[in-house]
């Protein structure tokens, strides 16, 4: 098996704006394994939020070695070389772990979702993102969301009742919230009250990660479900929430992949706990591999490549907020031809 990478600037179509940053681009990694002359393709995405800067995962991909790999057992087997090597970097173990999935499926003819056995017609709708921003913007990308029919809004300012106000003004349509860690708990105990009146239907980490007493009382309390998000890492940190929280948020950016994945819906399940699964800004190598799970979980927030103007690879598409898997082994995503020169930086 071979390994190599490349770096890509993903643009966004507007400035993401939330509790926390504000970012006109990022830069990614796609990481690519090769065998038998058939590659599987991978991404990992920085997260600052947990100590992943894009400079960490680029010294991860100029320094990853794979000569000592046997490539000769099974997928497991595979994963249980690779996934050590990407040394607790949990976005560049997702991009091992997608690549490693992606090329085991293309060699031997099985999309990822049977492998999981998801059924592709079981797809969910996935919620659009409506950043923060000003209240003039905020009523331009509702109205540029018009096809999606739930839409996530990002709070944790000091205008989220304007905000809200003003999507109201402009549709009736299912509203998901996320904090993003914004609130105190009277904050959030007064906020999900108002919520519960807006037509709003569950509410994304309110409080910060570090406060599980507090959210815990916010449970007990609120009219309106709580999901965790900052919290909820991989599936080590479900046993804890199931007091805090009435679901979980699963990124496989944050949980490292698409095994540690479909563990934590498994174990969510046996909890009684709700299933989000959700992306980061994200092409259609990651978003395309998160669907492939959707059908196995309650809500999809998985509008990553839509919030991007210069998508390399075709995959997943959403019409009408309704994910559509692609055909063909594997992921199914392939490079757009428009963007299939090579790409900034490459190491063979
Ligand atoms: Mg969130």
Known sequence: MEFHYSTYRIRLRHTFTIARSSHDYYDIIFVYLTKDGITGVGEAVPMNRYGEPFDRLLKLALTFDINDLDDSGSL?????????????CRSFSMALDTAAYDLWGKLHGEPLYDRLGALPEKTPLTSYTIGIDSID???QKVTEAEQYPILKVKLGTDDDRAII?????CTDKVVRVDANEGWDLETA???CDWLATKNVEFVEQPLPSSDLESTARLKEQSPLKIIADENCLDSRNIPELADAFHGINIKLMKCGGVREGFKMIQMARE?????????????????????????????????????????????ATVDGGKLTLPDGPGLGVTLRESVAEPMEEELA
């Open 165 to 169: 106000e003003t999507i109201r003004d």
């Open 76 to 88: 497991d087997d595979w994963l249980d070389q690779l996934l050590p090597k990407a040394d607790s």
């Open 271 to 315: 909890l009684d706990l709700e299933i989000m699964l959700g992306c980061m800004i994200e092409t259609s190598v990651a978003i395309s591999t998160a669907t492939h799970l959707s059908p196995l979980v309650d809500y999809a927030d998985l509008d990553g490549h839509i919030l991007i103007s210069n998508d390399p690879y075709l995959g």
């Open 137 to 139: 913007v905020i009523r």
């Open 189 to 191: 105990l007064e906020m």
